[in-house]
């Protein structure tokens, strides 16, 4: 298949209130689209960054009648007539207390084609003064989720899965030529891990990484790395937001994705 794909990973530091975020997504969708992006990807908790309760009110259904989150999302992509993949955002699940983390693409006439339903929960003590215990309120998915988006298949993940790379092998295997990454990474770990962790998915699946990061000081005290990127296949850091909000912008280019797998057939010398 041939064709090339301009993808961009948003930067925000997202706080609290809901409008605030929301207004600011349809700016930095817009910034994206006049760079020729096609696919806008936004950090996990685009939406809201902030207590428990306040995730737990803000969460909303997906796939029903939408509320203000999807509803602002549908309508920055209308707008720029873009594919947005709305980083993670909370989704009601059945059990009222634990919302799931949802990463849901939203295609460029608003309707919403995929959802995904983050697996790995950030259950951590990183010595950052902070304890992350997602698991406590928030529900885990149970399956991976590509979505076809022209002629690349785009597969889905949020923020802590990226240290698990048997679900990035699940991904490529289901045909996988580009990976999306929302996330929060604190600042202790993203400074040491997420350019290492990023560039070996990058490398193992022999396919573009788009990370999309929150930055800067949130409410509770979190603190975040950003430097949301784009990874090529050969693992080069092709793009990347410098300090506070931004937007990095990249194209993917399939024949590099074929000649990269074709000059050093990993994929094909799998045996486990």
Not at 91 to 113: F, H, K, L, M, Q
Request: aromatic letters at 6%; hydrophobic letters at 45%; a neutral charge.
């Amino acid at each position: 298949m041939a064709g090339n794909l301009r993808v961009a990973a948003v930067q925000m530091s997202s706080q609290d209130d809901v409008g605030a975020n929301l207004a600011r997504i349809t700016v930095l969708v817009a910034q994206a689209a006049d760079a020729g992006a096609e696919i806008v990807v936004l950090p996990e908790n685009f939406a809201y960054f902030g207590s428990e309760e306040g995730k737990r009110a803000a969460a909303e259904a997906v796939g029903s009648a939408p509320g203000p989150i999807l509803t602002a999302v549908a309508e920055a992509a209308r707008r720029a007539r873009v594919h947005v993949i709305a980083g993670g955002m909370p989704e009601r699940a059945a059990d009222p207390a634990r919302p799931y983390n949802a990463c849901v693409v939203v295609s460029p006439d608003g309707n919403t084609i995929a959802k995904y339903r983050k697996v790995h929960l950030f259950d951590v003590d990183v010595g950052d003064g902070q304890r992350y215990c997602e698991s406590a309120s928030t529900t885990p998915g149970d399956a991976s989720v590509t979505v076809t988006i022209g002629s690349f298949v785009v597969g889905l993940s949020v923020c802590y899965d990226l240290r698990f790379p048997e679900l990035y092998r699940q991904l490529v295997a289901a045909g996988a030529d580009v990976l999306v990454i929302p996330a929060a990474f604190t600042m202790v770990t993203g400074k040491d891990h997420w350019h290492v962790l990023l560039r070996a998915r990058a490398i193992e699946s022999q396919a573009y990484v788009v990370a999309a990061a929150q930055w800067g000081t949130h409410p509770r005290g979190r603190r975040t790395y950003g430097k949301s990127l784009v990874a090529d296949p050969w693992g080069d850091v092709v793009a990347q937001c410098a300090e506070g909000e931004g937007v990095a912008v990249a194209d993917v280019d399939r024949a590099y994705i074929e000649r990269v797998r074709a000059n050093l057939p990993a994929l094909r010398h799998r045996r486990l």
